[in-house]
């Protein structure tokens, strides 16, 4: 089999800064009163002439979930190394694979979980014209960690699952895009002080820049 083709890549410091929407779900209900809320993500890194690529990345997102105050609190670091290709003119791909960092803090049950695991994911984009195209992102994370309910800490493992879709337009006089799209991510193992799961969902809006 041959393998899929190296895009060429510009040689630089690459950066990327994203504004999430979104609101939580509980798997059982818990959470009675939500609503959408900011979060952020932001990444640095350098991509290589032959479209290798090392990439850092921060996710934070607090919301509440109740009337009582009671707040969920998420965050990760990625530290991820990856390879661009392009099979085609119109399709990019991007696998990527590293570690992850994970905290997970629930006040509804007074459960912190915290967690160090590893982390598989693929960016693609598929070109429409000169200056849009679509992408699609995936991700998987599974963290081995503890969960601190307040009386005990139990080993833990965190099975985290991220997917996106959207619109992305191309700056034809610098190296940049915006994108705009949907997003949801799944957090299996951690809510409840239980092997339960909850979820966020809503909408993204970003910015890559290589430099």
């Not at 963290?143 to 009386?151: H, K, L, M």
Request: charged residues 20%; hydrophobic residues 35%; glycine residues 12%.
């Amino acid at each position: 089999m041959t393998p899929a083709p190296q895009a060429d890549c510009k040689q630089g410091w690459t950066f990327g800064i994203e504004a999430l929407y979104l609101q939580p779900y509980q798997s059982e209900g818990v959470y009675d009163d939500t609503e959408y809320d900011f979060g952020g993500r932001i990444s640095l890194g350098y991509q290589f002439s032959d479209c290798l690529f090392t990439k850092a990345t921060y996710f934070g997102y607090e919301t509440d979930t109740d009337n009582n105050g009671d707040e969920l609190s998420v965050s990760s670091i990625d530290l991820v190394i990856g390879q661009t290709f392009k099979p085609s003119d119109v399709l990019t791909l991007s696998p990527y694979v590293g570690l992850s960092y994970v905290t997970v803090e629930e006040d509804e049950s007074d459960t912190e979980f915290d967690g160090l695991g590893v982390v598989l994911g693929i960016d693609v984009t598929r070109s429409l014209n000169n200056s849009f195209s679509l992408y699609a992102t995936a991700k998987q994370t599974i963290a081995f960690g503890t969960t601190d309910d307040g009386n005990t800490d139990e080993d833990t493992v965190a099975f985290i699952s991220q997917a996106g879709l959207g619109v992305q337009y191309d700056f034809s006089n610098i190296d940049a895009n915006i994108r705009l799209g949907v997003e949801g991510q799944w957090w299996g193992g951690v809510s409840d002080d239980d092997s339960e799961s909850f979820g966020l969902a809503g909408f993204v809006l970003g910015a890559n820049f290589t430099f």
